[in-house]
């Protein structure tokens, strides 16, 4: 059984910095943590749940959400099994669980269970 677990979150004033880990865990032969595209997701209350950074399987390339690009830093560790996202100058907006997602070519998705980040004074 997959399983993703994040940590990290928590209070910080706006302008900190957080960082996220998600470990996974009970990948299969074949279907290995290094064959899955990593994500960060996020879901605002009242909004819908929205993706902030992606890591291909190498983590040869990155992409991200236009309202993080330049603070957000999405890696992977394949030999840990870990992806990390480091979050620098926090914004009240950037308040949300955050979730991790692990996603095959091949169309099997894993989610973790989310960590909540709260950005306030």
């Known amino acids: 059984q997959v399983q993703l677990v994040e940590s990290g979150g928590g209070l910080v004033q706006p302008g900190g910095s957080l960082t996220l880990s998600c470990v996974a865990s009970g990948f299969t032969s074949g279907f290995t943590f290094s064959n899955y595209v990593m994500s960060w997701y996020r879901q605002a209350p009242g909004k819908e749940r929205e993706l902030v950074a992606l890591?291909?399987?190498?983590?040869?390339?990155?992409n991200y959400a236009d309202s993080v690009k330049r603070r957000f830093t999405i890696s992977r560790d394949n030999a840990k099994s870990t992806v990390s996202l480091q979050m620098n100058s926090l914004k009240p907006e950037d308040t949300a669980v955050y979730y991790c997602k692990a996603g095959h070519p091949w169309g099997i998705t894993y989610w973790g269970q989310g960590t909540q980040v709260t950005v306030s004074s």
């Open positions: 890591v291909t399987s190498t983590g040869g390339t990155t």
